[in-house]
């Protein structure tokens, strides 16, 4: 917050709060900002470092309520950008990386390197189909690898491809700007059980988002999806985050198979190791996080409006990345703190953590 009453600092204003025993009013004034689209939490929008630093252009009799540019609500700071991506590995069919940027063409030079994240689609699907997840991610200062494995019915070819992608990424970090500490993976459906598995034999991994994953049957290379993701523990003890639908295993007919049964986001979750979180949508279907998903029963008795499901998809996927890859504690709170409250009650959504 920029300008206050008389020119008083920021901080001197929360002293004299402290001093005079508000600040538990303060508190409760300050958490009814969850959700409207203002932030009060702004260390990266400092203007002055206290009375001393501040200059009269700060001062006013208003209060500045622009909103947080780091608010994973909505498209971040930086433009978002095609980049040039290394030659794919031969297991890869489709690749383009997504990035910041500051014109729309280049990477953006406001940072020296950029946290890397993996995206594929679910099975069959084209990694067009995960461009708003991507694009979201970067305006917020992430380079994106949307992918699509030649193999899919082979998972654990599907794996190891992905596998070498990530290593042809960091052979080229230095060209391509990627802090080889700072890497995650987001898989819808299949890829989610494959990212799952990627993350249990790969410790540079620092950040695990699965959508819906399901442990769909291999024609070769099988590989345990729920075995593979109780085996996971990320890099830095960062927790491992998913989301499910309620109507994915019960749908009319059920958009995941139930007979015989195949795991899924439940079952999935369960196996996790704290910690963990697990955000379920109700009255959505597996299909509603993205348009244009093959299988039209995966959209069956959906009630929830698809746009509410896809855009608070892509602010947790964000606002965990931001927590898990850049140390934003703040964005913490999207997943685990009251501004999840706000959203819970208008989308009924439920949580699990451990």
């Known amino acids: 917050m ?3 009453q008389n020119g008083l600092g920021l901080r001197w204003a929360l002293s004299s709060l402290m001093a005079t025993g508000a600040a538990a009013g303060l508190s409760v004034f300050l958490s009814t900002g969850a959700g409207t689209g203002c932030s009060f939490y702004l260390p990266e929008r400092t203007v002055c470092t206290g009375d001393a630093g501040c200059k009269p252009t700060d001062m006013g009799a208003t209060v500045d309520m622009a909103k947080d540019p780091s608010d994973p609500s909505g498209m971040g700071p930086y433009r978002v950008a095609s980049l040039s991506a290394p030659m794919a590995p031969a297991g890869i069919s489709k690749l383009s990386l997504i990035g910041p940027s500051d014109d729309g063409t280049s990477l953006s030079s406001k940072e020296s390197t950029y946290p890397l994240v993996l995206m594929a689609p679910p099975e069959f699907g084209d990694p067009a189909l995960m461009r708003p997840y991507a694009d979201r991610l970067a305006s917020h200062g992430f380079l994106v690898a949307l992918f699509q494995s030649m193999n899919e019915t082979n998972h654990v070819a599907y794996r190891d491809a992905e596998k070498q992608l990530l290593d042809t990424f960091i052979a080229n970090a230095t060209q391509q700007r990627i802090d080889p500490q700072r890497l995650g993976l987001v898989g819808y459906q299949l890829s989610g059980k494959i990212a799952a598995s990627l993350a249990a034999n790969d410790t540079r991994i620092g950040g695990l988002f699965l959508i819906d994953p399901v442990d769909s049957f291999a024609a070769s290379g099988p590989i345990d999806g729920i075995d593979a993701l109780s085996k996971v523990t990320l890099a830095g003890g960062a927790t491992v985050a998913l989301l499910g639908t309620a109507l994915a295993t019960t749908g009319n007919p059920p958009c995941v198979q ?52 896809q855009d608070l998809g892509k602010k947790f996927m964000t606002a965990y990345f931001q927590w898990s890859l850049k140390a934003r504690a703040r964005s913490r709170e999207y997943l685990l703190g009251n501004d999840f409250n706000a959203d819970q009650q208008a989308a009924m959504l439920t949580r699990l953590s451990k």
């Not at 999935?268 to 949508?281: L, W």
């Open 258 to 309: 139930q007979s015989p049964r195949l795991p899924s986001y439940q079952d999935f979750y369960s196996a996790a190791r704290a910690p963990a979180v697990g955000i379920s949508f109700g009255g959505a279907n597996l299909a509603d996080f993205i348009e244009g998903y093959y299988d039209t029963a995966c959209y069956n008795d959906s009630t929830a409006p698809r746009t509410r499901t």
């Open 2 to 4: 920029r300008r206050m």
